[in-house]
């Protein structure tokens, strides 16, 4: 089972991260999941990913930290 989540950094880019539930240290995913400048790209690559890992039955939970924190930087 795999922990996912997005994370964003003042610069604008979106990254998307897992772990394994018995593994403590995050690791960042390749390609359109890390360091995206594009937030639409970014949460299609993200959409794909985490329903491919539903649909197998591996996914554990999903955190959008990013949405979040976008959301107060916008305030």
């Excluded at 960042?28 to 539903?54: C, H, I, M, Q």
């Excluded at 554990?60 to 959301?71: G, K, Q, T, Y």
């Amino acid at each position: 089972m795999y922990h996912v989540k997005t994370t964003y950094h003042p610069s604008g880019r979106y990254t998307c991260m897992e772990r394994h539930e018995n593994v403590s240290m995050w690791k960042d995913l390749p390609g359109e999941l890390f360091g995206n400048l594009n937030r639409t790209g970014f949460y299609e690559a993200v959409s794909r990913y985490v329903e491919k890992l539903r649909s197998a039955g591996l996914l554990a939970s999903f955190n959008d930290l990013a949405a979040r924190i976008e959301d107060r930087t916008e305030e």
